[in-house]
């Protein structure tokens, strides 16, 4: 599976934005699908995911209220509404997906095997 994120940009506290995240080479049809950000310095965290059968939906504490993972199975992209932006979310944002991992690994970075290029996202105060 490629993957390839876009979507990011500069914005001030308390808007909104929407990444995106094209899948080429197979279809998104019982593949756990998500989202992490990386801060330079920090580890990667986990935001959102979606698991294997697209029927559940998980988010980080940190994000939970405000950011919505979505996807269009006819598109074959999978989607990530920020609404009321922080500073503290400023990062850079992945895309991630696999077609094997369970549902108690999708919070785990290293459980994942397919990641998209990052899109950087910046909130200003």
């Known amino acids: 599976v490629q993957l390839q994120a876009s979507g990011g940009g500069v914005v001030q506290a308390g808007e909104s934005l929407r990444l995106s995240c094209a899948a080429s080479?197979?279809?998104?049809?019982?593949?756990?699908t998500g989202w992490f950000r990386q801060v330079p310095g920090k580890e990667r965290e986990f935001v959102a995911a979606?698991?294997?059968?697209?029927?559940?939906?998980y988010y980080s504490d940190s994000v939970k209220g405000r950011f919505t993972i979505s996807r269009d199975n006819a598109k074959n992209t999978v989607y990530l509404q920020m609404n009321s932006l922080k500073p503290e979310d400023t990062a850079v944002y992945y895309c991630?997906?696999?077609?094997?991992?369970?549902?108690?690994?999708?919070?785990?970075?290293?459980?994942?095997?397919?990641w998209g290029q990052g899109t950087q996202v910046t909130v200003s105060s």
């Open positions: 080479g197979r279809t998104l049809r019982g593949v756990a």
């Open positions: 991630v997906a696999d077609s094997s991992i369970i549902t108690s690994s999708l919070r785990n970075e290293i459980a994942w095997n397919y």
């Open positions: 979606f698991s294997r059968t697209g029927g559940y939906t």
